[in-house]
């Protein structure tokens, strides 16, 4: 397959592009193969490494040979992978194309996250997705996506302080609370000092059964 530059900027804009060709009869096959799985994983994730690009979705894996330039980890929904094949992809080879916040396979588009890992990507949808979500509900008062988006940049030192690492459960019981509450003025963050006291009465009070 030959070489090709493809790691380029795009000077309109400021933004990277960059690209990878790949034989379309074996993309073919593993996005077939991805859209047999059925329901599981949401994502797709595109890495390059060492000539090969890396297909991943949930548990599963597929590598195709390439050829280009990929710094980061792509990962874009899953329904790209029957948008691709409804396509008309080139007999022999295909390229794919990351630029501007879209993957492209030949001259089709969907939105992508890029980023160094793959949990990260899905994490930052995650957040999108809610950042969408409370936006919509407050619409009818002129409130935009950004400016949640900006409330939520604000409370990630005090989200970083209260919450650890595996406190989801936590997190949904808190959320659960706080709907019951809020009408009342409690804040979250307030519950979740309640839930941390509680705790540590609880050791305490086991330290001394000892």
């Excluded at 949401?42 to 890495?47: F, K, S």
């Excluded at 900006?150 to 936590?170: C, H, I, S, T």
Aim: hydrophobic share 45%; glycine share 6%.
């Amino acid at each position: 397959m030959p070489q090709i530059p493809l790691d380029f900027l795009d000077t309109a804009n400021g933004r990277s592009s960059f690209a990878l060709e790949v034989e379309t009869a074996q993309l073919v096959q593993a996005l077939k193969r991805i859209v047999a799985q059925g329901k599981g994983a949401e994502w797709i994730h595109l890495q390059y490494r060492l000539g090969l690009l890396v297909l991943s979705t949930g548990e599963a894996t597929f590598e195709l040979r390439a050829a280009g330039s990929w710094p980061h980890v792509i990962s874009v929904a899953k329904s790209w992978a029957p948008a691709v094949l409804r396509f008309a992809l080139p007999a022999e080879v295909t390229l794919l194309r990351a630029e501007n916040g879209k993957l492209f396979a030949q001259d089709l588009g969907v939105a992508c996250l890029a980023g160094a890992d793959a949990k990260d990507n899905e994490a930052i949808a995650e957040r999108q997705k809610h950042v969408s979500a409370a936006a919509a509900a407050l619409n009818r008062y002129g409130v935009t996506a950004q400016e949640v988006e900006q409330l939520v940049g604000e409370a990630d030192g005090e989200v970083a302080r209260l919450w650890g690492p595996n406190d989801d459960k936590a997190i949904r019981d808190v959320a659960n609370a706080w709907q019951c509450l809020a009408p009342y003025g409690v804040e979250a963050s307030a519950i979740r000092r309640l839930l941390v006291r509680k705790s540590r009465d609880l050791w305490k009070d086991s330290q001394k059964v000892r």
